[in-house]
């Protein structure tokens, strides 16, 4: 099968180039099958990728607002028409393991990023100020920085590589692509989609030769960790917006600050890394809702995914009650194929991914944690035994116990921290007790408790009452530092803001200069 099936190549110029090692990826519900092909980069090819990037940005930058909008309008449309839903869903099912429920809520929530960034290019404005100096008008302006680099994780191929390239378009930016090399499909998917969407455009189509007329607004290279350092490093990339670990984001923000010569623009550089998420469940709660969000938050998507719940504190007073309707939940979950409608969990992305998720739980076991559900690797059967598939798993402890790493560190799989705390006030202090600053949840029905999380609360995104998982595209979306991010949040109204540099102008329309004054 290997043999006959297409090599996906990187793109450059709206070109696909057949260059490099062949690399495979297998299918994480049975690693026996080889479902995609692709060519390894080359420093050389990214190089010609960023070169290709910069000479579309003289052309893409001076496209109007409204052009812009129109490609990504363009883009929304296709994706939400099941052709192209449901290449998408097989692709990501196939190649990461998505259940395909999950899968294609991914493709709904990309079809509503792309609605909402279409409007952001013509319903952005700048500030009018009022200058000290008579006759003079005072204004901002914002501009595109140039080529940006757009690295994008495993968990959400479509969804995180499309709002980041989306806003970066909508500024007015060319954007070189590094996906994950676990999602050639959906990669290669992606391109294609904005392709069409372009040649939707009566201005970005040559008529004469039916290509795209600005080619290398968009270009895509295929890789791993040297690929990234080559963009990175390039003088000519403006902005990086990447997704990642937490070790692999202070990496890219070293090559970018202190490998480069001169450094990137601190402003230009967005880095959203891992997730540490917890709830806290008070006396008062309604169990029914928590045990819910729980055991959504903790398994769907295979705990994958950077705001997945991770830690799991209620109050003592509730603590056995909870524990016994969330345990009931959580072995009722079904684990299998992405592909089996009737499946809750699927597998992870990659045998080394189990191999860690299984490490983490052993030292976890090792440092005094008690295990309440799961914990092995699921072989047994013959829809297990091929693939990368463990048992939804919960381990108790203590929040402050250092050395209890199911409560202390993210473990990127469906696996989740519980510990009794005694009250509000050691529930939010084992809520901020951690490095990392992404979602935080509460679950009560005392409005005033609920205020007053949400003001202590240390963390970027804050829910009461629901599940840790996503965010909507209107709102921003990410961490407050610590080990969870770096520079300005994703989505929202200021989607654009990393891909965008700010201008003041001062114009005098009198007829004199106003000159000695004290500044």
């Known amino acids: 099968m290997a043999e006959t099936m297409h090599t996906h190549g990187h793109i450059i110029d709206d070109v ?11 299918n994480p519900a049975n690693n026996d099958e080889v479902v995609a092909l692709s060519h390894d980069g080359t420093p050389a090819i990214m190089d010609a990728a960023v070169e290709s990037s910069q000479k579309a940005f ?5 496209t109007t607002p409204s052009l812009r909008g129109e490609v990504l309008f363009h883009a929304a449309v296709l994706l939400n028409t099941p052709a192209w839903r449901t290449r998408f869903v097989e692709a990501m099912v196939q190649e990461i393991g998505k259940t395909a429920g999950g899968a294609n809520g991914e493709v709904t929530k990309t079809v509503n990023i792309l609605r909402y960034m279409s409007g952001l290019p013509t319903h952005t404005r700048d500030d009018v100020y009022n200058g000290d100096q008579p006759n003079v008008l005072m204004y901002g302006r914002s501009e595109p920085v140039g080529p940006a680099a757009i690295i994008t994780p495993f968990n959400f191929p479509l969804a995180v590589t499309v709002w980041k390239a989306a806003a970066a378009l909508a500024a007015g930016c060319t954007v070189v692509i590094k996906p994950s090399p676990h999602a050639p499909m959906t990669s290669a998917l992606i391109m294609e989609l904005f392709r069409e969407a372009m040649l939707r455009v009566p201005a970005l189509k040559d008529t004469s030769t039916g290509k795209l007329a600005i080619p290398g607004v968009i270009n895509m290279v295929h890789g791993g960790p040297d690929i990234v350092s080559a963009l990175v490093r390039n003088q000519l990339i403006q902005a990086v917006s990447m997704t990642g670990s937490t070790q692999a984001g202070e990496a890219i923000l070293k090559m970018a600050m202190l490998d480069r010569d001169p450094m990137l623009d601190p402003g230009h550089f967005l880095a959203e890394r891992g997730g540490d998420n917890a709830i806290l469940v ?54 299998g194929p992405g592909s089996d409608p009737k499946s809750d969990v699927g597998p992870l ?6 191999e860690r998720v299984l490490a983490s739980i052993q030292q976890s076991l090792k440092n005094g944690m008690e295990l309440l559900a799961g914990g ?9 035994a091929q693939g990368n598939f463990i048992e939804p798993t919960i381990l108790a402890g203590d929040p402050k116990n250092r050395d209890h790493l199911a409560l202390r560190e993210e473990i990127f799989g469906p696996v989740a921290g519980f510990a009794r705390v005694r009250g509000f006030e050691e529930g939010i202090a084992a809520v901020n007790d951690n490095a990392h600053r992404h979602v935080a949840g509460v679950f009560t029905e005392n409005p005033r408790r609920a205020a007053e999380f949400i003001r202590r609360a240390n963390a970027g995104m804050v829910h009461g009452n629901n599940s840790t998982l996503g965010g909507d595209v209107q709102a921003p979306f990410g961490g407050t530092g610590g080990a969870t991010s770096f520079g300005p949040q994703e989505m929202g109204p200021d989607a654009m803001r990393v891909f965008q540099r700010h201008k003041t102008v001062g114009w005098n329309y009198g007829n004199s200069v106003l000159g000695g004054r004290a500044r």
């Open 16 to 26: 696909e180039i057949l260059d490099g090692d062949v690399l495979e990826r297998r």
């Open 58 to 62: 003289e052309r893409w930058s001076e």
């Open 282 to 335: 008070l006396a008062d709660a309604d169990l029914d809702m928590a045990v819910s969000a729980a055991v959504t938050g903790f398994a769907i998507g295979e705990g994958q995914r950077c705001t997945a719940t991770k830690r799991i504190l209620v109050d003592e007073l509730v603590a056995d009650r909870f524990l016994a309707m969330f345990l009931e939940k959580v072995r009722a979950l079904k684990v």
């Open 349 to 354: 992305v990659t045998p080394e991914a189990v």
């Open 376 to 384: 092995s690797r699921l072989t047994e059967s013959s829809v297990w």
